[in-house]
């Protein structure tokens, strides 16, 4: 007996890519009960054609902003979800072939295999031309092993998943979505599994050019979460309580927080050595920021290595979120003069999105303290 299964798909502007997502999953023969679902935000003419052709159930939700060009990813997770009315739910990007012979049957037998088990395949990453390029999600190979994706057809019980919430809504964009989603299934007793017998291939697609200050602030996000649930400031269920915004950090209390930390304990050499950059104005560039905090952080010198994390990591974000303030202010200004909605509607996800990372440095910079303490 094969339990009934639900996949669902969040769409803004994919209906090609999925057109052939939807034929490599109906090849798959699922010997049992079926339901696809795609969740379309605004309308691209091509979605929902592809949706009917396939028989999958289609479900439009109005675009609230037309810029950026996709909203809040997690909350487009979440209303796959929430439209899947089967037993084994499978939340996947609309661009992610299904290529191995049997991968929703293998996926499916994971999760069936115990409980509070959350199955992921191997994902292939594929060249423009459909060849293979690297590994996307493999527990031992590629750019990142042993990183788990959600854009693969991540498979779990419907009703086990009520107990989490789903996809916690505060982020924004792509980048690190999943991994605090896996992180709050880790927290409650979840494991979360590789099929290696399913394989499925990454469909090669443009990005888009404010990633990157979405894709930062999400991993500000993603810290500042997971440092409260680890203080017990927060509990690991998603939507639970809102992000309290802190902007109160500045670069001078990052400078002093340095100086003390170096009176007061024996800091590795490269702590010292970005001190001396940062102190004296030499290299405040956050991409050097950040290769420094990543050293110091696998320094393994224990409470050492934690203070000097954190307040590089403090370091980091205020130098993000001052270029983020930058970045809408010159939004603003321009959509002041061309009268552009858009180019306001950016102005203003920019200022979200630097407050965010700003108050990850306030936090930051606080538990340094208190680990100095």
């Not at 675009?63 to 939340?91: A, D, G, K, Y």
């Not at 809504?169 to 605090?180: L, Q, T």
């Not at 983020?324 to 603003?332: H, I, R, T």
């Amino acid at each position: 007996m094969y339990p009934s299964v639900s996949i669902a798909f969040p769409c803004w502007s994919r209906g090609p890519l999925l057109e052939k997502t939807l034929e490599s999953i109906v090849a798959q023969k699922y010997p049992g009960p079926l339901e696809l679902v795609v969740v379309e935000t605004g309308d691209d003419g091509i979605t929902k054609q592809v949706a009917d052709r396939y028989g999958a159930k289609y479900v439009q939700y109005p675009r609230l902003q037309e810029w950026p060009i996709f909203q809040s990813i997690t909350e487009m997770w979440n209303l796959c979800w929430h439209n899947c009315s089967n037993e084994i739910v499978m939340l996947q990007c609309p661009e992610v072939l299904h290529e191995s012979a049997h991968v929703i049957e293998d996926l499916v037998a994971r999760v069936q295999s115990g409980t509070k088990i959350l199955a992921t395949p191997l994902i292939r990453e594929l060249a423009l031309d459909g060849s293979f390029m690297s590994w996307y999600n493999h527990p031992r190979e590629g750019t990142r092993p042993n990183w788990i994706s959600g854009a693969g057809p991540h498979t779990f019980r419907n009703k086990e998943m009520q107990n989490i919430g789903g996809y916690e809504e505060a982020f924004y964009g792509y980048g690190h979505e999943d991994d605090y989603f896996f992180y709050c299934l880790r927290k409650n007793g979840w494991s979360i599994e590789y099929v290696e017998s399913a394989v499925c291939g990454h469909q090669n697609h443009p990005r888009y050019p404010y990633e990157p200050v979405t894709g930062y602030a999400n991993r500000a996000l993603m810290c500042l979460l997971t440092h409260e649930v680890a203080d017990g400031v927060r509990k690991p269920i998603t939507n639970f309580e809102p992000v309290k915004i802190d902007t109160s950090v500045t670069e001078e209390d990052v400078s002093r927080v340095t100086n003390d930390a170096l009176n007061m304990f024996p800091m590795s050499d490269t702590f010292k050595e970005w001190a001396h950059n940062w102190l004296y104005r030499i290299n405040r560039h956050p991409s050097d920021v950040f290769n420094w905090q990543r050293t110091i952080a696998n320094e393994k010198l224990g409470r050492v290595s934690e203070i000097g994390e954190m307040i590089t990591e403090a370091a980091w974000g205020v130098l993000i979120a001052r270029d983020s303030y930058n970045l809408s202010g010159e939004q603003k200004s321009h959509a002041a003069s061309s009268g552009s909605e858009s180019t306001r509607l950016w102005s203003e996800r920019a200022y979200q999105r630097a407050q965010i990372t700003h108050t990850w440095a306030s936090y930051a910079l606080a538990k340094a303290k208190r680990l100095m303490s």
